[in-house]
């Protein structure tokens, strides 16, 4: 089974993504919840986001992996918006995670330092349109990854996962924790793409 790290999004280690942790506990993997923010929570996303740039973003990646090196046996990483980022650094620079997922963010690889891993299997997950990914984003990602999987979900809000905040649809977070879910068993029997899906 994974040792995942979970990276939360700019309102924080919310109880929603904790629950989410446990589903994932519940299916056999270890979790992780490195929290960037010292149990703050935050409602209002722009105070979140607010709060996040105070901390700024080397102290954000320090976390990221700050935590790759405590919690030296995971090798997934699953990152949601803010925490793809830490996701998708802690990928690209840590050789022994074999397997990545991002829900609501991408970053062109050169801007965390390095080339994406070829050999790394990686889903991506973003509501379509996304204000705060946007398709830019994403098809870089996905030109130097060109096995990724990647899912758009039409009509959704950004944070469309998380029943903790105002963007949650449930019939798209359960397709969500299905495919992740399934993915993760893929992964687990030596079977997890590098093939390309783009749905």
């Given at each position: ?6 990276f ?41 986001i ?71 299997p ?42 903790s ?8 977070a ?7 879910l ?18």
């Amino acid at each position: 089974m994974a040792e995942i790290l979970l990276f939360h999004h700019a309102h924080g280690l919310t109880d929603g993504l904790c629950s989410m942790a446990d589903r994932l506990r519940g299916d056999g993997h270890t979790v992780h919840t490195p929290d960037t923010y010292s149990g703050r929570v935050f409602t209002n996303l722009d105070e979140g986001i607010g709060f996040a740039e105070t901390i700024g973003r080397d102290a954000v990646a320090h976390v990221a992996m700050r935590s790759a090196r405590k919690f030296h046996d995971a090798d997934v990483t699953i990152g949601f918006s803010m925490g793809s980022m830490q996701a998708q650094l802690v990928a690209q620079h840590v050789r022994r995670v074999r397997g990545c997922v991002l829900m609501g963010g991408a970053t062109p690889p050169e801007r965390l330092g390095s080339e994406w891993r070829p050999h790394v299997p990686l889903q991506v997950h973003v509501a379509d349109p996304d204000d705060w990914c946007t398709t830019e984003e994403v098809d870089a990602l996905h030109r130097s990854a060109p096995g990724a999987e990647v899912y758009r979900y039409p009509g959704r809000s950004h944070m469309f996962v998380d029943p903790s905040l105002p963007d949650y649809d449930a019939d798209s977070a359960d397709i969500f924790e299905e495919r992740l879910l399934g993915w993760l068993a893929q992964l687990d029997a030596g079977r997890a793409a590098p093939q390309r899906a783009s749905v």
